[in-house]
């Protein structure tokens, strides 16, 4: 029987991938015109696709069609420069054709074994991130820690919290379930990944201290302190502090030192997440966000909000790898090999809950070598400028408050005439589909929050996303 292949061909895959890219950059061209929020209502989208799979493949032609027809209405565009809202998600030609490189060689760097360059890579570009943020140097691989690429910023707390967990029990919870009594901490301005990371390591959300805040919505180090020691008396075991560089809601910056401090003379996990804001320390004169990171345990934060790596790519940074590993190490007998015994390579299976891993280097090699720490600086600056911009033309206005500090790139704001006020505003704004934000409640009132982190935006989206809210707010 002769052979039969339904495979795309070589000559096939360079002529649709032709057509692919040509798709990517017209789309790059036209998407600050498209309306950012998608406008389609529940179940739009799913009307306008078959029930069921198609028998027979289909015409490669036809599909990216259907990307248009189909796929498009139903996409918010987070990769437009007037996308305001959450914290960005943004991407970037390096980073997309990095992305798909690390596709086309469909590595599963779980062990060394099984990608020496997804590894060795991996492991470079960390460092390189370490020099490149200021970042204290126990976080190098040829000190005592080292960094890793894991998914999301929520896997990452979730794994200091359980490095946590062992370290405080002697590494028995993972053999004999968690004890009661242990208590972590972060304040209650922190985001849901920790009380997600309390759930899912048998902590408990009861046992997650969530710390009050000051009036910049800062962690209170004295608050900490008072809970601590309150907790102590109570026989409890605290073990865990979770300290936040740019709070979801607001972009606070809690106090590294005296949290540092604290968890330095109580013996805990001092762990820091910096999500979005961390990636601000690529310019010497922000590293002030990360001052006290010298008392970490674990650090982390996304290239793939603000660096211009898409989704997903995530850096957590350990002082200790050790505990790290002996946390999350298991060797069943079908992944032992040679390189693993030696003890000579790193296997970053050890380093996160999954096991099999995509190759993440690639794209933030790509976007480290394309832009130059230079090119990078460059951008993040002006996204602070204009996000600075942004502020004052909101305090020039007497309709508008300023909501909280704005050090960075997110500004909290809000119209004087109150919550309906604010809400009906932000809906026809996003209603228009010419831009895109997002709210939060501080000191229980809504409150707008713009964040300029979008990689293609500029002073004219700044100012035309000001234009337009201006417009809308003398209807309101
Ligand atoms: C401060 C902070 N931490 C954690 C996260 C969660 O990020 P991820 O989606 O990478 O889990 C976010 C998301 O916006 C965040 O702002």
Redesign the pocket.
Known sequence: MSEKSYHMTPQQFRQYGHSVVEWVADYYQRVENLPVLSQVKPGDIQRMLPAEAPARGEDFNAMLQDLDRVVLPGVTHWQSPNFFA??PANASGPSILGDLLSSALGVQGMLWATSPACTELETRVLDWLVQMLGLPSKFLSTATGGGVIQ???????LCAMLAARERTTKYASNRQGCPGGLVAYTSNQ??S??EKAAMVSGIGTDNLRLVEVDERFAMRADALSRQIEADRKCGLTPFFVSA?V???SSNALDPLPLIGAICAENDLWFHI?????GTAALCPEFRYIQEGLEFADSY?F?P??WMFTNF?C?CFYVADRKALIDTLSILPEYLRNQATESGAVTDYRDWHIPLGRRFRSLKLWFVIRYYGIEGLQYHVRRHVELAQEFSCWVQQDDRFELAAPAPLNLVCFRHRGGDKANEELMSRLNASGDLFLTHTRLDGRFTLRLCIGQTNTEQRHAEGAWRRIQEEAGKV
């Not at 998914?151 to 707390?157: G, M, N």
């Not at 997440?273 to 804001?277: E, G, K, P």
């Open positions: 959450y914290f998914d999301t910023a929520s896997s990452s707390s922190a985001h990944s920790l936040t740019g709070t979801t997440d910096a999500a979005m804001s982390t996304n793939h909000k997903d995530n």
